[in-house]
Nanobody
Framework: QVQLVESGGGLVQPGGSLRLSCAAS????????MIWYRQAPGKQRELVAS???????NYADSVKGRFTISRDNTKMTVYLQMNSLKPEDTAVYYC??????????WGQGTQVTVSS
């Protein structure tokens, strides 16, 4: 079993910053790819950023230059540093861990709201 718990969401003004954390536990190790998704009301879920077990990183075009994904394998935690936030970044952010199973494992999500 794998458990994921996201934290760090909240309300922030445009141009501000937040750091999201996803703490993993259970039968998981550094071979897993870790992925951040987000979903806004009425919109499809979209991939935001990913980092493989080998450290290869990819970002959605909409967040390149503003967001940074990283992982600490000693703590089994993945982070998403979000800078220069925009109202269109408002969404529930989900953490996903994937290795062999195509669907992987999901956390409960954390709300990010960007508003004046």
């Amino acid at each position: 079993q794998v458990q994921l718990v996201e934290s760090g969401g909240g309300l922030v003004q445009p141009g501000g910053s937040l750091r999201l954390s996803c703490a993993a536990s259970g039968s998981i190790d550094s071979r897993y790819a870790m992925i951040w998704y987000r979903q806004a009301p009425g919109k499809q879920r979209e991939l935001v950023a990913s980092i493989t077990g080998g450290g290869i990183i990819n970002y959605a075009d909409s967040v390149k230059g503003r967001f940074t994904i990283s992982r600490d394998n000693t703590k089994m935690t993945v982070y998403l540093q979000m800078n220069s936030l925009k109202p269109e970044d408002t969404a529930v952010y989900y953490c996903n861990a994937r290795y062999i199973r195509p669907s992987g494992y999901w956390g409960q999500g954390t709300q990010v709201t960007v508003s004046s």
